[in-house]
């Protein structure tokens, strides 16, 4: 069993940053060999990909609307995945989760997923 927690969530204006983290619960061996995404759900919209990692965070997928301001990255000693967001926009708003899917590459469908963090909320004010 993989239990995914994230957090670095919270309130922030138009243009500024937040760093998201995701910690899991699986060993150390055991998260590096997975790859590990972050997904976005406003309210009223669906789920909807962000950017995920393979792996060994040699591969990296981003969703064009935060392509160029987000960055994934994980640390594999730490168990950790983290997502930095710059130059946040109101329509980034939304709760955020991370999922784990037990294959080395990532992938952009939810549905490929196995594991899947509480989710944390980022709120851009305009």
């Known amino acids: 069993q993989v239990q995914l927690v994230e957090s670095g969530g919270g309130l922030v204006q138009a243009g500024g940053s937040l760093r998201l983290s995701c910690a899991a619960s699986?060993?150390?061996?055991?998260?590096?060999?997975?790859?590990m995404g972050w997904f976005r759900q406003a309210p009223g919209k669906e789920r909807e990909f962000v950017a995920a990692i393979n792996c060994s965070g040699s591969s990296i997928y981003y969703a064009d609307s935060v392509k160029g301001r987000f960055t994934i990255s994980r640390e594999n000693a730490e168990n950790t995945v983290y997502v930095q967001m710059n130059s946040l926009k109101p329509e980034d708003t939304a709760l955020y989760y991370c999922?784990?899917?037990?294959w080395g590459t990532g992938s952009y469908y939810a549905l490929e997923y196995d594991y899947w963090g509480q989710g944390t909320q980022v709120t851009v004010s305009s």
């Open positions: 999922a784990l899917r037990e």
């Open positions: 699986a060993s150390g061996r055991t998260f590096r060999s997975y790859a």
